[in-house]
């Protein structure tokens, strides 16, 4: 298990559909982030989050929209996302930029 | 442009088989070095974090070292449960954020 956790496991949505995925975790960390995983590929990175200020975008379109209502939960907002937007998006955590990040085991994103 | 470099893609041995997994970068400032873990369907499982050139770091049968260019994890008399993707990220000093960046990892199977 984890200690960063993220919900759901699984999600399955149409592309006007209108959903989100959280992120939690209750180690301190400062640092929160967004990563995108397409099979057999490493983590992109989406966006950072650093004492709960959006620090990084990654020029990621605006149907993804992140929100980090305090320093333990982060929330990624979906809008009207395209078939290639199917992957897993997995949530990580960190004391500080330079330290190790933790991550949790991700959503798995179906687009239909 | 930075990079980070995984070799082999994919590695099979056999258990008890030592081997050696690469991640050779090109960044301007090297901040950090990471080494990964990642099974299947879930997040990757932080091993490592080397920071200069001579450092090392074990845990169980993994030892990881860093050169100025390159950083190595030894996998000694590995055993099947080691069968994994093992990943790399590197931490670069460019002022500001400091990005990790992902190598695409190596698939290791260990066969009984």
């Known amino acids: 298990d984890t200690e960063v956790t993220q919900t759901p496991k699984h999600l399955v949505m149409g592309m006007t559909n209108k959903k989100s995925l959280k992120c939690e975790q209750h180690?301190?960390?400062?640092?929160m982030y967004w990563y995108k995983q397409k099979a057999k590929k490493p983590p992109e990175l989406m966006f950072v989050?650093?004492?709960?200020?959006?620090?990084i975008n990654e020029s990621v379109p605006s149907r993804f929209s992140p929100e980090c209502p305090n320093s333990s939960l982060l929330n990624l907002h979906l809008h009207a996302l395209q078939p290639e937007d199917s992957a897993l998006y997995l949530c990580?955590?960190?004391?500080?930029?330079?330290?190790?990040?933790?991550f949790g085991d991700g959503t798995r994103l179906s687009i239909l | 442009e930075d990079q980070v470099t995984q070799s082999p893609e994919a590695l099979r041995l056999q258990e008890g088989e030592s081997s050696s997994l690469n991640c050779s970068y090109t960044?301007?400032?090297?901040?950090?070095l990471f080494w990964y873990r990642q099974d299947p369907g879930k997040g990757p499982e932080f091993l490592f974090t080397?920071?200069?050139a001579g450092e090392e770091k074990e845990k169980e049968r993994l030892k990881a070292t860093l050169t100025k260019k390159e950083s190595f994890l030894h996998i000694t008399a590995p055993k099947p449960e080691d069968s994994a993707t093992y990943l790399c990220?590197?931490?670069?000093?460019?002022?500001?954020?400091?990005?990790?960046?992902f190598g695409t990892g190596t698939k290791l199977q260990v066969i009984p």
């Open positions: 990580a955590s960190s004391w500080d930029h330079n330290q190790p990040q933790h």
């Open positions: 180690m301190g960390h400062r640092a």
């Open positions: 989050y650093s004492y709960e200020k959006l620090s």
């Open positions: 960044v301007s400032g090297l901040r950090g």
């Open positions: 080397l920071y200069s």
């Open positions: 990220a590197v931490q670069e000093s460019s002022g500001g954020y400091q990005k990790v960046t």
